[in-house]
């Protein structure tokens, strides 16, 4: 299906376009150009980031409950118990499974090490050496033969960056925009020709390729001793992943139809309360099933203590009472927020032809915030920003005020001294954290229109 054609198929709903490949565009080795500071601001009117947007909108939309003609009980999307048929999807996950098997060849060093196992750098050497294979074969090779193979030089970049830093023994929310990256060069591309109804394609990506590569990292991780690359610590939503909370909260909203925008509040009927994350007997049933929970889960297995404690952040979230579509809601905001305008997790993200520096046209100009105001000091004064009017398809989500409320953290932490986080929560501002109880400042995004 043609990108225009199925613009028109989704109406106003953010859908990433895909190339027509009779007239592809030259293709390059992407590079980094978030250098300094103040160019996260150009960043965030690129057409990179318009992208981003566009794509995460896509595939949290796709797993929003569906209302159903037939009857009165929703579709619900669960993780899947069987393996998928689709063969793009088949393709991709044969992908992960051969990434996952190299941790064969190389088991983790015996000796006592307390930050990262040196191992992991021979596991990353491995798949350095047998990635560029890995992507040549069957349909995925067909698709990045586009543009003489120029294609595969671009995309396998992305690949490379999504499964941690073999120098800093470390894996983080970075790592994971550099994988969704990944699947968005394949979307624009055309690599996910399967003749599938709306939603049916992006909702097997979300359950059927990022759960799983979510479960490749987690083994890395608990291998490897993997450190948290930019972690809050205590007072951030999680060490490692970001998406799961979106994605998995999404599952979980009040049913609409296939034409109507995401719910901004409410839940699906007979899902579990956002309390329930404090509850491990709720957290193991539900982690087969949601991937908010599966995130939970990983949290509980690798962090002993009080989870209001070690996650506070998460605990506080749990305290909102307006369902997991508010969840959600908050979720992207804070994703815009906490990685694609901090400086420390972009400024390893590439540029190249299909995710690109240039900037969008239509973008707004980025509101200045305690997250583009403290980024690490340039020499020379950035461009003039660029006013617009804004993306086309941001008009189509109802986020709330870029500069106004985020989540609310109404969830109190029970314990001696504990009873207010307000005052545990202060952090400098300089640091772009602010108390968990404070409701989030954050850049302004196209795709946070007020709702």
Known sequence: MTSQSRSAASGSLPTLDIIDPSSPPNFTKPVPRIIEGPDVSHFLTSLAYRDIGAFILQLNHSLCPRQRADSPLPRLFPLPTTQPETPSIVALQTLLSNIEKLMDDAPPDPGPRRFGNVSFRKWYALLEAKQTDLLRTGLLGETLQLGNG???????????????????????????????????????????????????????????????????????????????????????????????????????????????????????????????????????????????????????????????????????????RDGWGKINKGMIKMFNAEVLSKFPVVQHFPFGSLFSWDADPEAAVPTQSVHTANQPARAMPPPPAKSGTGAPWAQSTAMPSAGGPGIPYPRQAPGPGSASLRGRGTRDQSAGVSSPDAQLTVTKAPWAKDG
């Open 150 to 320: 120029s294609a595969l030089e671009e995309v396998v970049c992305y690949l490379h960056g999504a499964f941690g830093s073999a120098q800093r023994l470390d894996y983080g929310t970075g790592h994971e925009l550099s994988f969704i990256a990944f699947l968005g060069c394949l979307w624009k591309l055309g690599y996910f020709k399967d003749e599938r109804e709306r939603g049916e394609i992006e909702r097997e990506i979300v359950l059927s390729v990022i759960e799983p590569y979510l479960r490749v990292v987690r083994k890395l991780i608990q291998t490897y001793n993997l450190e948290p690359a930019g972690s809050h610590g205590v007072w951030g939503l999680d060490d490692h992943s970001f998406v799961p909370y979106i994605f998995g909260s999404a599952q979980l909203t009040r049913p609409i139809n296939n034409t109507e925008p995401m719910p901004t509040e409410g839940s699906v009927k007979g899902a579990p309360k956002p309390a329930d994350v404090v509850k491990e007997s709720v957290v193991q049933e539900q982690r087969q099933i949601n991937m908010y929970f599966s995130a939970i889960g990983f949290i509980n297995d690798v962090k002993k203590g009080p989870f209001w404690e070690h996650s506070s952040i998460l605990f506080n979230i749990s305290g909102i």
